[in-house]
């Protein structure tokens, strides 16, 4: 069974860091594209971070150079480190994997809840 | 950056009828590269079609997909009640790499 579970949420206030994480079941990690996809309080669904098999990453324009995602191939687990939080990056976070060969997200984790603020 | 706009926002019908969801983006998308999720609250989004028009394991055949370059359409042939939630169109293109529609709330009229 696949199974994606986030952790590392919380209350944090702004410029503080978190990292998030996400371990995984039922596949590898390493050999699927991971994304992070974020949701703010009664907003749409954004994404944040991919990484791929290679390792490449990639990052929506604005938490880039804030914002480190990472995998951890011994823990089947995945990261995203936040450094210099903001009010907006208050959210829901999720953890998703790329379907091959296709671009869209076939497994989702629950969801974890970053609030940003003083 | 490749924008989806989705329309209507809100579609408001009953129990049985036909719902179909529009998803216009600013640039091309390849046929493989979108999909249809749908979101209920304080659940994470399920996705419904991939690749335009394959349904995800477990979604009734009443859920379609279509479209091609710019124009997709998502179509639900007979509302169930179950079916009454936030639908999202996503893509994967170039920067950013992944993109969503702002979403269509559909709601029990």
């Known amino acids: 069974e696949v199974q994606l579970v986030e952790s590392g949420g919380g209350l944090i206030q702004p410029g503080r860091s978190l990292r998030l994480s996400c371990a995984v079941s039922?596949?590898?990690?390493?050999?699927?594209?991971m994304s992070w996809v974020r949701q703010a309080p009664g907003k749409g669904l954004e994404w944040v971070s991919v990484i791929y098999t290679d390792g490449e990453t990639d990052y929506v324009d604005s938490v880039k150079g804030r914002f480190t995602i990472s995998r951890d191939n011994s823990k089947n687990t995945l990261y995203l480190q936040m450094n210099s939080l903001r009010a907006e990056d208050t959210a829901v976070y999720y953890c998703?994997?790329?379907?091959?060969?296709?671009?869209?997200?076939?497994?989702w984790g629950q969801g974890t809840l970053v609030t940003v603020s003083s | 950056e490749n924008v989806l706009t989705q329309s209507p926002g809100t579609l408001s019908l009953s129990p049985g009828e036909r719902a179909t969801l529009s998803c216009r983006a600013s640039?091309?998308?390849?046929?493989?590269?979108l999909a249809w999720y749908q979101q209920k609250p304080g659940q994470a989004p399920r996705v419904l079609m991939y690749?335009?028009?394959t349904r995800a394991t477990g979604i009734p055949d009443r859920f379609s997909g279509s479209g091609s370059g710019t124009d997709f359409t998502l179509t639900i042939s007979r509302l169930e009640p179950e079916d009454f939630a936030v639908y999202y169109c996503?893509?994967?293109?170039?920067?950013?790499?992944?993109?969503f529609g702002q979403g269509t709330k559909l709601e029990i009229k």
């Open positions: 039922g596949f590898t990690v390493s050999t699927n594209y």
């Open positions: 996503q893509q994967y293109g170039s920067s950013p790499r992944y993109t």
């Open positions: 640039q091309s998308v390849r046929s493989n590269d």
């Open positions: 998703a994997r790329g379907r091959p060969n296709y671009g869209d997200f076939n497994y």
């Open positions: 690749g335009t028009s």
